[in-house]
């Protein structure tokens, strides 16, 4: 079923849009939030999550890519949800490892209107500079700081070696933090 249908199932408030969301993006929120969760069941429980959101914010919100949009929600759940049991000292060490990568170049975020306004242009920024690389680095740099998929499963998609896909990352985050302090941004 198309995206547009879907949604506008959402809209329409038939409870069917969260059964065809789940049958068309089921897999795919199940693996970002594997990626990050490194366990089935809190996996799926935040599938579950997901398309509960979802119900709830659309309407207001029209996603022109359902996909995208219900991606967005598992990861930040998930994240979520491995920072809690972080707290508890439960979590999987790939998660800490890959937002680490990142904490170098991204600046922290907080909650005050001010600080959400920068991390506004952050996110602009990091999408300018994700369509100014090669296609190669920037499906790897996506697939591992948003889908939070391991050096090992990336190198394997891309045919390289394990080794390549590091270096990769690593130049693409340098190209990063220099784009973001070029824009402006502190890190």
């Not at 949604?7 to 049958?23: G, L, P, S, T, Y």
């Not at 939030?33 to 599938?47: F, G, M, P």
């Not at 070696?161 to 690593?170: A, H, R, T």
Request: net charge neutral; aromatic share 8%; glycine share 6%.
């Amino acid at each position: 079923m198309e995206d547009f249908l879907i949604v506008e199932m959402f809209f329409e408030r038939k409870e069917a849009a969260i059964d065809e969301a789940r049958q068309k993006y089921g897999k795919r929120m199940f693996r970002i939030s594997h990626n990050i969760l490194h366990s089935n069941e809190d996996a799926e429980e935040c599938v579950s999550d997901t398309l509960l959101k979802a119900w709830g914010v659309i309407p207001p919100n029209r996603p022109t890519m359902l996909g995208a949009f219900l991606a967005k929600i598992t990861r930040n759940l998930s994240i979520n949800r491995w920072e809690a049991g972080r707290a508890a000292k439960r979590g999987g060490g790939e998660t800490n490892l890959l937002l680490d990568e990142l904490g170098d170049c991204i600046p922290s975020k907080g909650g005050r209107p001010e600080v959400e306004y920068e991390a506004s242009l952050v996110s602009a920024a990091i999408n300018d500079f994700l369509q100014s690389i090669d296609q190669q680095a920037r499906m790897a740099f996506v697939l591992r700081y948003f889908h939070g998929e391991s050096i090992r499963d990336i190198s394997e998609r891309f045919k390289v070696s394990e080794s390549k896909i590091k270096s990769i990352l690593f130049r693409t985050r340098k190209k990063l933090s220099a784009h973001l302090e070029k824009e402006g941004i502190l890190i």
